[in-house]
């Protein structure tokens, strides 16, 4: 099956860029994901890449899609202290979502 | 935007007794309801794809009489963790497809066994 596999934890600097890393197995994938989760709380969509797609900008957000290494990036600008939270990304395998073990990012004053 | 509305967010119980956690969509019908499982510091991982109408799918290893599904609206997915014991504690997620912006996903309910 599908094999998703993100590095655990990114402690970054305020105001620095932070990128979380997403390696996957299955290419089949149509969209490929980033959800954000706070503690105690559910997932908050983040954003997302079509799979025909190199790179999506969405204000503090760039995706980056290397679909030869099979290889996901989001990159967050100018981290803030409310950005801190694990990052999951996800991607549809069989009309299901298959998840990242999550990153932890931590941004330091 | 839609939203899944899960209740509730948190619950204790005992040893034994059964607890109900249920997702409802906001605005918008589900046909089809995941439920998630997540350990803590864990990702989340798929238990049961649930259908309006239809019995659920479980993933491989998920005891189907322990963790009964029903979907008995277009509106309303139901998980009841039965028999409950410390080992079933974990965080539950409920997650509904969407025509856009792939899956929209319940707040979670916090499962403790005592």
């Known amino acids: 099956g599908e094999d998703v596999e993100q590095s655990l934890f990114l402690s970054v600097r305020e105001g620095d860029s932070s990128v979380i890393n997403c390696t996957y197995t299955d290419s089949s994938s149509t969209y490929l994901y980033w959800y954000k989760q706070e503690p105690g709380a559910g997932l908050q969509l983040l954003t997302y890449i079509f799979s025909n797609m190199d790179m999506k900008q969405d204000q503090r957000l760039t995706v980056l899609l290397n679909k030869k290494d099979k290889h996901l990036s989001l990159r967050i600008a100018d981290t803030q202290t409310g950005d801190s939270a694990i990052y999951f990304c996800?991607?549809?395998?069989?009309?299901?979502?298959?998840f990242g073990s999550g990153t932890r990012l931590l941004v330091r004053p | 935007g839609a939203v899944v509305s899960q209740h509730p967010s948190r619950v204790i119980c005992k040893s034994g007794t059964s607890v109900k956690i249920e997702c409802r969509s906001l605005d918008f019908q589900a046909t089809t309801m995941f439920w998630y499982r997540q350990f803590p510091k864990q990702s989340l991982m798929l238990m049961a794809t649930?259908?309006?109408?239809?019995?659920?799918?479980?993933e491989q290893g998920v005891e189907k009489d322990k963790f009964l599904i029903n979907h008995a609206s277009l509106t309303l997915s139901t998980l009841t963790v039965t028999s409950a014991h410390p080992e079933d504690s974990s965080f539950y997620i409920c997650?509904?497809?969407?025509?856009?912006?792939?899956?929209?996903f319940g707040s979670g309910t916090r499962l403790t066994v005592v």
């Open positions: 649930s259908n309006e109408g239809s019995k659920a799918t479980y």
């Open positions: 997650s509904a497809p969407l025509t856009t912006d792939g899956y929209t």
């Open positions: 996800a991607l549809d395998s069989s009309y299901k979502l298959i």
